[in-house]
């Protein structure tokens, strides 16, 4: 299959309210300016080196979202043009961005990456620290940070039942910080699993390797 034909079959497959970022973690330059050719706006990378040089190459009203772990140093190099960090997971780099984002004059957009995998690798705030991370938040400790939702990532797993209630975890957490102040964002679902995202209730999926294809790390 062609990215044309991935993409729009993706896109066939996600309601209305269902934002997609395109991860093009790995692939260059020319796979995203066809699928920004097809529509496509916002685009979702995991490395502050890779996004760097991706960036002056493509058209600048594409929303970059950055989806790995950021290291508290390297925010510098992203803060002037990064649309929204997915992967906020300590008061550390929140605080480093708002400081970032009061030398551009901007705010930030970000969404706390809550951990809801079994998995030990995943990188990830517990529940509580999302809620008191949140409840700073409301006390206007980051005054050029939006905190606009949460993300997570399921275990890698075939077992549905184990991946539903992960997300549905997630979920349940964001309807409770959305009864404290309105949050748009709820991103969960990645290629394998995002039709079970949107149905724990996801409106934004992290999608890569069924629109690009597999990644080449060997490259
Ligand atoms: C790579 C990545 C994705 C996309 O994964 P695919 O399985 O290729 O769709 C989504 N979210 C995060 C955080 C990622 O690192």
């Given at each position: 299959m062609s990215i044309q034909e991935n993409y729009n079959y993706i896109k066939s497959q996600l309601p209305d309210h269902v934002q997609l970022?395109?991860?093009?973690?790995?692939?260059p330059v020319s796979a995203i300016q066809e699928v920004y050719d097809l529509g496509q706006r916002v685009f979702g990378e995991n490395k502050v080196q890779e996004v760097l040089e991706k960036y002056p190459l493509l058209p600048k009203d594409i929303q970059w979202h950055l989806i790995g772990h950021l290291q508290t140093n390297k925010v510098k190099y992203i803060a002037e043009f990064v649309?929204?960090?997915?992967?906020v997971d300590s008061e550390r780099l929140l605080l480093e961005i708002n400081k970032e984002a009061v030398k551009y004059n901007r705010t930030i957009k970000v969404l706390l990456q809550v951990k809801i995998a079994e998995e030990e690798s995943k990188f990830g705030l517990e529940i509580d620290e999302a809620k008191a991370l949140f409840q700073q938040y409301l006390n206007d400790?980051?005054?050029?940070?939006?905190?606009?939702g949460l993300m997570g990532m399921a275990t890698f797993t075939d077992n549905e039942q184990q991946i539903r209630k992960e997300f549905s975890v997630l979920k349940n957490l964001f309807d409770e910080l959305n009864k404290q102040k309105s949050l748009e964002t709820l991103s969960m679902g990645m290629s394998d699993d995002f039709p079970v995202a949107i149905e724990c209730g996801a409106n934004s999926v992290r999608v890569g390797s069924a629109i690009f294809g597999r990644r080449d790390y060997t490259k």
């Open positions: 970022v395109a991860v093009s973690k790995t692939h649309d929204t960090i997915q992967s400790e980051f005054p050029h940070i939006e905190i606009t």
